[in-house]
């Protein structure tokens, strides 16, 4: 039905920065608002930031307020997270998400569509 393909994760040093794509394709009429999510090894899923394709709405974990950007270009289908001043323990695999508007909230791991996550490494 819809398909993400994240892209643009690495190696970066701290304080360093990284951009992440996200490309949306199939039926992304369905789905409602783009999501970024980040698992460490041995740690659960958490929530990053989030945005909504028909409005210039954004939404951010507090742990990473004022450093990520989320943005999104919506003629391409893309959305992306900037990522500044990288610090170690942001070492994750980041997920792109979607879904639709009834499917639970922006914040919630009850998003409809999964990309296959992009590693971001952060070296001290």
């Known amino acids: 039905q819809v398909q993400l393909v994240e892209s643009g994760g690495g190696l970066a040093q701290a304080g360093g920065s990284l951009r992440l794509s996200c490309v949306a394709s199939?039926?992304?009429?369905?789905?409602?608002?783009m999501g970024w999510f980040r698992q460490a090894p041995g740690k659960e899923r958490e929530f990053v930031a989030a945005?909504?394709?028909?409005?210039?709405?954004?939404y951010y974990a507090d742990s990473v307020k004022g450093r990520f950007t989320i943005s999104k270009n919506n003629a391409k289908k893309t959305v992306y997270l900037q990522m500044n001043s990288l610090k170690p323990e942001q070492t994750a695999v980041y997920y792109c998400?979607?879904?639709?508007?009834?499917?639970?909230?922006?914040?919630?791991?009850?998003?409809?569509?999964w990309g296959q996550g992009t590693q971001v490494t952060v070296s001290s």
């Open positions: 998400a979607a879904k639709g508007a009834k499917s639970g909230s922006w914040y919630g791991l009850t998003y409809d569509y």
């Open positions: 199939g039926r992304t009429v369905s789905t409602d608002t």
């Open positions: 945005i909504r394709w028909s409005a210039y709405s954004t």
